[in-house]
């Protein structure tokens, strides 16, 4: 079940809330995500890399492995793209029973512009074996999840890792990543959930079996249970957020405005397709008006949208509902599913006009 | 009573939790905090600020009032200064029973390298009149918290002030502000709990009377009911915090370390006086050994500290404790208070070895 509150977090949930942050919703605004107000999740720690002793290395199913430091990385052509991203436990919090794990409400996104170089080349380079199926991509983060310590380690199909837009990316918003963001380098694949963009990239290995790693092949998965596999979780499902109006209350932050004309702004994405649609509700979804959807920042990034409202006095609930090419659409209420995957329920933002 | 868990955090506090964030404990390695990890809380709203509108003005019982651009201000003497930044609700969660606001746990705190200019010659500058008494911060960040609508505006004496160390400061780590930091200017009061410096500043106000606005003389105080004034918060108390030694565990974070010698690392900081000593126990807090303290960032700013630790199979409560030049030192255990301040009880990091 979705809900719009949730209750009783754990000492274990808030450990990781105090430590990982959404995007505060004013700072939809933004059409670039400034660093420090993008999510941030770290599954386990943040590595403290030094630069000088670090290298990629490139292996496995490959004629000629490389070993690339950070300056032969940015050597090499470059591309700066601007992509949103967005954590696949987004809107965990909201779903009831809720597992234990980091507690997102729906903020957990971001837009930045990456710079970094085409992943495709490399591979080209190094001379992928035909008898290629994956490439495994290893991050320096270690820690224990499951049975055993691992170290965090995504795959990709080569189809997927061969796409234009995969980047090697080793700055944001034109400054070096910090290290939070996976400094000196990570992986980016836009379009898809988060945990598919490996930080602090230390290797990349292509395999000629599916990976069975414990973050590709346990978790990230919709699941109606632990027994079960599950689907694995890759693009991001639409979503739009507003900007919510007027000034907060602390620390409750209910909202309440004057009576008067309101601009109501936010911003909506998809890995999916295009953002077709966007739908504005003030009475809590009974009905609802397109909005004024904006060209996206990228391909890959999320659109600003508007609507005009004439606030009348009176309580009400804002929501917001994007619809993207392919014909996906936001649902009122999510379906559970055991970990907590992939929530883009309507947000509701309750207002006072008064 | 002050405790090692909490439990039962609500919608309110985790909406909060969700914007805010902490230090994660790992990023107590930099000396100076990078952006992004330094622990961020916005009381209000993060302010929209257009720059070429902006001005800083500088009034009330002064002979010349002042309206600065941004250019103006860093035209005048500039100073960077390393300062450690702590919020007066760190360890809030960690108290029983709990006022609803933020729910830090342990980690509001940060060591940034802040640009800006002193603010004493810009009041020598505007002419203070005899009758002054404070100097009253207004920041453009709006909203209701007690019975009213208002603005976030806290007060100095005039003595505090005209401090030396006082900045208005306009860049963070060699950039700029970022938006949730202050942009464009944010005033900077070495020493004192992070109420103090006012971000997005808009007025600087000189008055004849105590200034009794609600974030000055309702909130920020330690008292034992919400009937009482209390003591107002300023300096900041002494506080040592390591980074957890070994790997997390995801999502309990409990923490796994291999037998052997183990370097444990931390920080210790006071706004009383330089730090002095930094013990640490690996026993709950039973027996103490010293640990080598550094010398400070600035004189504003925390010490680094390490201590030798053979570590043998077993479980560990490893615990450290600063004391400062005052004779100021860490409880085992906080004092409660209503609204949950200043609670700097040593931390507790427990520790398998195997």
Redesign the interface.
Known sequence: MATD??????????????????L?L??L??EIT?????Y?L?????P?VDVDMWRLEIGGLVERPLALTLDDVKARASRTLAVTLECAGNGR?LLVPRR??????M?AVGTAEWTGTPLAPILEEAGVLESALEVVFTGLD????GED?HLYERSLTLEDALRDEVLLAYAING?PL????GFPLRLLVPGWYGMTHVKWLQSITVVDEPFIGYQQSVAYHVRQSEDETGEPIKRILPRSLMVPPG???????MR?LEPGPCVLEGRAWSGRGAIERVEVSVDGGESWEDADVGEPVSEFAWHGWTYRWEAEPGEYELCCRATDAAGNSQPMSAEWNFDGFCNNAVQRVPVIVS
Chains 1, 2 share one sequence.
Do not use: K
């Open positions: 509150l949730t209750a009783d977090i754990s000492h274990e949930e808030l450990q990781l809330a105090a430590r990982n942050h959404a505060p004013e700072a605004r933004h400034p660093v420090g107000l993008h941030l770290t599954h386990f720690d943040i403290y919090a234990h794990s980091q507690p997102w409400l903020e270690r820690g224990i999840q310590p400054q910090p290290p939070q963001h000034i907060p209350e602390f620390p409750a932050r309440h």
